[in-house]
């Protein structure tokens, strides 16, 4: 099991930046992914960013690249989410996900509320 613990959401104006952070207890894995995921009021859940454990690749939404930076700290088990230039359509509840690669084990967190208003 890995448990996983949301932070950092909030209000923001437009144009404004958040932090966000995960994190992950529990079980400790070799190779996995965990990442970020947003869900809008309506909306499927989708993908924001995520990093694999093996090398530290990212992959990120189009949506985002640019904008958005998703990092690790190892020594914490820590996931972040660098959100700058917020657009309203970034707004919704973000949620880490962690994936064990090969198992199909899959860990989410409660999620996190991204409100963008002026």
């Known amino acids: 099991q890995v448990q996983l613990v949301e932070s950092g959401g909030g209000l923001v104006q437009p144009g404004g930046s958040l932090r966000l952070s995960c994190e992950a207890s529990?079980?400790?894995?070799?190779?996995?992914?965990m990442g970020w995921y947003r869900q809008a009021a309506g909306k499927e859940r989708e993908l924001v960013a995520r990093?694999?454990?093996?090398?530290?690749?990212?992959e990120y939404a189009d949506s985002v690249k640019g904008r958005f930076t998703i990092s690790r700290d190892n020594a914490e088990r820590t996931l972040y989410l660098q959100m700058n230039r917020l657009k309203p359509e970034d707004a919704g509840t973000y949620f880490c996900?962690?994936?064990?690669?090969?198992?199909?084990?899959?860990?989410w967190g409660q999620g996190t509320q991204v409100t963008i208003a002026s």
């Open positions: 529990g079980n400790s894995f070799s190779y996995f992914y």
């Open positions: 996900n962690y994936v064990v690669i090969g198992t199909g084990w899959d860990y």
């Open positions: 990093i694999i454990s093996t090398d530290g690749s990212t």
